[in-house]
């Protein structure tokens, strides 16, 4: 999958550490002496060895993924966003992002990665954080090569999410809070592999996720979009051929009244209102008895919207939901917590209540 890009002219990135500019030549000594003291190399997930500042000031995300996971780890080293911030992100995040220059996306879909716009950002590194797509050493080489700006890749799914925390420590040479995150999610990880060893597969809640308009769209089984559901673990209906885009795979309402789901999970708490009066949902047991559940969205989605660490939340949530014999059932305390350590956002309860409610805004 080629990447999509803005492009401009080759141009030399600025060191935004520097203060003064000194002319001299090339070939003196002292000035390699200089460089390098000012250099180290990366090496990362991709393989590659990639020669950074020692100390990182601006740091942009190649996409929505990448700039959740930089903003937990080190907010302050953000010099972009992928897109602009929403005013409910704002109010939970902070208004420092709002002023934020946007430099787009290098994956997916949208207007591409705006190379000008990094480098007006005063950018030092551009990091890919997520997948590994098969192109993944030649596209961010092709970067490197059109602007002179390093660009380094971090692997981060669900389940290898602490080494890409461990990893960005590594990155931007201080691991303290990192270290933090990634005991966090190791903490969960073995939580989430306790209820999969213990919980034979009779036991486990099925689920259908609503997505779209009209509930008709879903995540289906071994897509990237859906992968929190096998952790928790939950048995996904949708056993269809998996769409690995945003807007999941597309299915029938016969399909849905033959799985005959435990829960409804719902992207919308309008769309929860609305399968109430609506004769085909109403006729599923899920949705006469109650059973149907908005999924939180702010400031990001807990299952996948994107599919980053902010499925860790998702998994505070939806684990001591269904199953606290293994995960606790302190649903609001889990959720409030990973909103403190990831997010530095203490909630009270009224927002806290509207969050899990999906009706924050």
Not at 125 to 149: C, F, H, P, Y
Not at 276 to 287: I, T
Request: charged share 20%.
């Amino acid at each position: 999958m080629a990447i999509a890009l803005t492009a401009c002219k080759p141009v030399e990135q600025p060191d935004p550490t520097k203060t003064e500019t000194v002319t001299v030549p090339a070939t003196d000594p002292a000035v390699t002496e200089s460089q390098a003291a000012q250099e180290r190399t990366f090496q990362d997930s991709a393989g590659r060895d990639v020669i950074l500042p020692v100390r990182l000031t601006h740091m942009v995300p190649s996409g929505p993924l990448a700039q959740i996971v930089l903003f937990t780890a080190a907010p302050d080293l953000i010099g972009a966003v992928a897109h602009p911030v929403t005013e409910t992100q704002l109010k939970l995040l902070g208004e420092g992002l709002g002023d934020l220059p946007s430099v787009g996306q290098l994956y997916g879909k949208g207007d591409g990665f705006n190379l000008e716009a990094a480098l007006m950002a005063n950018t030092q590194v551009i990091v890919d954080i997520g997948e590994a797509k098969d192109s993944i050493k030649e596209d961010l080489d092709e970067i490197t090569e059109q602007i002179n700006l390093p660009t380094v890749f971090i692997e981060a799914t669900f389940a290898s999410m602490p080494r890409a925390f461990r990893d960005l420590g590594v990155l931007i040479g201080n691991s303290e809070r990192t270290d933090l995150l990634a005991a966090y999610c190791d903490q969960w990880l073995a939580l989430s592999e306790k209820a999969r060893d213990t919980i034979p597969e009779s036991e486990r809640v099925s689920v259908y996720w609503a997505m779209g308009e009209a509930g008709l769209n879903t995540n289906a089984v071994g897509s990237f979009h859906s992968e929190l559901l096998e952790y928790v673990p939950v048995i996904n209906v949708a056993d269809v051929e998996a769409a690995n885009r945003g807007g999941g795979s597309e299915v029938s309402m016969e399909q849905i009244i033959g799985w005959q789901p435990d829960y409804i999970l719902v992207d919308a708490a309008n769309l929860a209102d609305e399968m109430q009066n609506d004769p085909a949902w109403s006729s599923l047991p899920a949705v006469k008895e109650g059973r149907v559940i908005v999924v939180p969205s702010a400031p990001y989605g807990f299952l996948a919207n994107p599919p980053s660490v902010n499925r860790y939340a998702g998994l505070a949530w939806l684990g001591p939901l269904f199953y606290p014999q293994v995960y606790g059932g302190d649903v609001k305390g889990q959720v409030a917590e990973f909103y403190s350590l990831f997010y530095g956002v203490e909630l009270d309860d009224a927002s806290l209540d509207a969050i899990l409610e999906g009706r924050f805004d």
